[in-house]
């Protein structure tokens, strides 16, 4: 299997994992995922951080860090993509009956994006 293809399958297999994670989130259904993360002292933000830092980073990858210019700022699209699912994502909470909007969450997949930009432009630049 070629760098790409793997690069591929692995992101989309990331994605399917993570649309598990909040289908099961939204939907209340407990599983061994959650119960391992609720075990460890603030668990779910580690968790947050790195779930969606992990997501930002493959999908970058995935584009081979594809950017846009906005107002002389070059921007990660992946990244700037991630960004903006995970606040509708969050937000979207507020009107969930069993989920719970938590700014500390939204936080917490705002650093994942930082580091996983961060960790991306490095290795594009070498």
């Known amino acids: ?35 391992k993360i609720n075990q460890v002292p603030y668990g779910d933000k580690i968790a ?24 002389g700022f ?7 993509g991630v960004f903006c699912f995970m606040t509708v994502e969050e937000f979207s909470q507020i009107w969930i009956d069993n989920r719970t909007f938590d700014l500390l969450d939204l936080t917490a997949n705002y650093i994942g994006i930082g580091i ?5 432009i490095r290795f594009f630049k070498k």
């Not at 993570?18 to 995922?33: E, R």
């Not at 996983?116 to 991306?120: G, K, Q």
């Open 1 to 35: 299997m070629t760098k790409s293809i793997s690069i591929k399958v692995i992101s989309i297999s990331f994605v399917l994992f993570i649309g598990y994670i909040l289908y099961s989130a939204n939907t209340g259904t407990m599983n061994s995922f959650f119960a």
């Open 48 to 71: 947050h951080m790195c779930l969606v830092g992990t997501l930002a980073f493959l999908l970058n990858l995935l584009l081979s860090a594809k950017t846009f210019t906005f107002k």
């Open 74 to 80: 070059n921007i990660l699209v992946a990244s700037f």
């Open 116 to 120: 996983a930009s961060w960790l991306i």
